[in-house]
T-cell receptor, first 115, second 109 residues
Framework: ETGVTQTPRHLVMGMTNKKSLKCEQHLGHNAMYWYKQSAKKPLELMFVYNFKEQTENNSVPSRFSPECPNSSHLFLHLHTLQPEDSALYLC??????????????FGPGTRLTVL | GIQVEQSPPDLILQEGANSTLRCNFSDSVNNLQWFHQNPWGQLINLFYIPSGTKQNGRLSATTVATERYSLLYISSSQTTDSGVYFCAARMNRDDKIIFGKGTRLHILP
């Protein structure tokens, strides 16, 4: 595996379900990001982890819960979602969120549908 | 608030044509990237270009940081160039990463 991988690629869930999205990066990076892309809206940064510490939470509802057990893995735990949470969820990584050079690399995304 | 604006929002061109996509930012930036999002949603890195000019094949980009804009040039367009092009900037003032709304490019055969 190379680059940034995400699983599953597609997910359909009911509002009462609990599910998790997984992201793994094979680039030796130390920063990982979750983004949300809704139809006809710009990408919105949700969470940032830098060296396994959460450094940003951009007013994301508590029904989204991130977890970063190590610098290579990032999870997004989902529970009691709403239909408006349906979107493409993208994971990204970079060498260091706050370094002068901070090029981000993205995974293929998980397309989430909440019924 | 701080903004990243892309223009035009939509562009339809014939195969072989050249195009220029623009990204304006309302404040000074220390990072600037251009991405191409393919029909399956994958964001593909095109350029990391906080300043200066870079070229990669038919694509080139220029960022004039002092004037707060970046340009992406696509020459001799191919149908595979179709998709949405995003710029993303990291702001000097608060280090926030902001994406533009994108330019949707459609190349006709």
């Amino acid at each position: 595996e190379t680059g940034v991988t995400q699983t599953p690629r597609h997910l359909v869930m009911g509002m009462t379900n609990k599910k998790s999205l997984k992201c793994e990066q094979h680039l030796g990076h130390n920063a990982m990001y979750w983004y949300k892309q809704s139809a006809k809206k710009p990408l919105e940064l949700m969470f940032v982890y830098n060296f396994k510490e959460q450094t940003e939470n951009n007013s994301v509802p508590s029904r989204f819960s991130p977890e970063c057990p190590n610098s290579s893995h990032l999870f997004l735990h989902l529970h009691t979602l709403q239909p408006e949470d349906s979107a493409l969820y993208l994971c990204a990584s970079s060498q260091d969120r706050y370094a002068t050079y901070n090029e981000q690399f993205f995974g293929p995304g998980t397309r989430l549908t909440v019924l | 608030g701080i903004q990243v604006e892309q223009s035009p929002p939509d562009l339809i061109l014939q195969e072989g044509a050249n195009s220029t996509l623009r990204c304006n930012f309302s404040d000074s930036v220390n990072n600037l990237q251009w991405f191409h999002q393919n029909p399956w949603g994958q964001l593909i890195n095109l350029f990391y270009i906080p300043s200066g000019t870079k070229q990669n094949g038919r694509l080139s980009a220029t960022t004039v940081a002092t004037e707060r804009y970046s340009l992406l040039y696509i020459s001799s367009s191919q149908t595979t160039d179709s998709g949405v092009y995003f710029c993303a900037a990291r702001m000097n003032r608060d280090d926030k990463i902001i994406f533009g709304k994108g330019t949707r490019l459609h190349i006709l055969p």
